[in-house]
Nanobody
Framework: QGQLAESGGGLVQAGGSLRLSCAASGRLFSGYFAAWFRQAPGKEREFVAAIAPSGSDTYYSDSVKGRFTISRDNAKNTGYLQMNSLKPEDTAVYYC????????????????WGSGTQVTVSS
């Protein structure tokens, strides 16, 4: 068992940047796929990015490809999401997820979740 805790969210102007962190406790992290999802008000939770346990492979949604970068530091049990060129449509609660057990891009594919961090992008 383990826990995930996101941090780094906040309010930023369009075109700005934020870096989200996901700290894992317990035995959760190394050896697990890590992913970021987001959920805007009134919308379903959607896939943002994922990274393989070794960090060698990364996956992105079309809406963030080229602007966001997912990474991880297994020595620190921490994952990151660098978000650049932010747009108002990126406004959402961002969740860290781990423990891939199904489809990579589906929220149902992950066993463990953080409680989320709010990202608000003003126009």
């Amino acid at each position: 068992q383990g826990q995930l805790a996101e941090s780094g969210g906040g309010l930023v102007q369009a075109g700005g940047s934020l870096r989200l962190s996901c700290a894992a406790s317990g035995r959760l992290f190394s050896g697990y796929f890590a992913a970021w999802f987001r959920q805007a008000p009134g919308k379903e939770r959607e896939f943002v990015a994922a990274i393989a346990p070794s960090g060698s492979d990364t996956y992105y949604s079309d809406s963030v490809k080229g602007r966001f970068t997912i990474s991880r530091d297994n020595a620190k049990n921490t994952g990151y999401l660098q978000m650049n060129s932010l747009k108002p449509e990126d406004t959402a609660v961002y969740y860290c997820a781990m423990g891939l057990q199904g489809m990579l891009r589906s929220p149902t594919g992950y066993m463990y979740w953080g409680s989320g961090t709010q990202v608000t992008v003003s126009s």
